[in-house]
């Protein structure tokens, strides 16, 4: 497996304030190196033909949170990140160091983070929500699969409900039940373990200012 220093996505940002500043009007606009990294490899797993679904701050994006982000984030099974570690590996792809799951663009620097199906979200202990099967739980959008909403949100919750380094998870949920004005029944699309502390945000949301003026 090969590896090499690149001048990194969030190195670049960190180096040049102003250029991470267009950078960052350039993601809203959808054209950031962000966007660009997740068009080109979502064209080369559809070429390679594994299931996936982008999860993260761009399904977050998808959905109606519009944040910037610095990476792309794939939910994909054991078996196709196995094909596509070998398939991509040294072919416009290298991973950040030699035990890495993940792998950078190797023309933007851009960090692509695998996320495995069957393992778990938050502190990785085995819960009842695991990360499912993506092929089962995505939909198409300008070329890309992205993980369906009540996914999103089970993972989010259970993420942030297990690990305290995780808590912007909580507050990602918060956004989305304000941005999309989440009724409560929503919470019955999601598996129990996360159902009361969906109703615990969303009574957080309601309390905002903003909520339902989206």
Request: aromatic share 8%.
């Amino acid at each position: 497996m090969s590896t090499a220093v690149l001048d990194t996505y969030e190195a670049r940002l960190d180096r040049n304030p102003r250029w991470a500043l267009s950078e960052g009007s350039r993601h809203f606009e959808e054209t950031s190196a962000v966007f660009t990294a997740l068009h080109k490899i979502a064209a080369r797993l559809d070429k390679l033909g594994v299931g996936y679904a982008v999860v993260g701050g761009m399904a977050l994006f998808r959905h109606g949170v519009r944040r910037f982000t610095e990476d792309v984030d794939i939910l994909m099974t054991k078996d196709d990140h196995r094909k596509v570690r070998e398939e991509l590996d040294g072919a416009g792809y290298l991973p950040p160091f030699q035990a890495s799951k993940n792998l950078r663009d190797t023309d933007s620097g851009v960090k692509i983070e695998f996320l495995i199906a069957g393992e778990f979200p938050g502190d990785g202990r085995e819960k009842p929500v695991a990360f499912p099967d993506p092929r089962g739980v995505s939909f198409e959008a300008d070329g890309v699969r992205y993980v369906n909403l009540p996914t999103l949100v089970e993972l989010k919750l259970a993420s942030g409900m297990t690990n305290p380094g995780r808590l912007k998870d909580l507050a990602d949920v918060i956004e989305l039940i304000k941005a999309l004005t989440l009724p409560a029944d929503f919470g019955g699309q999601l598996n129990p373990y996360v159902r009361d502390q969906f109703a615990t945000l969303r009574t957080s949301a309601q309390e905002s200012a903003d909520f339902g003026n989206e």
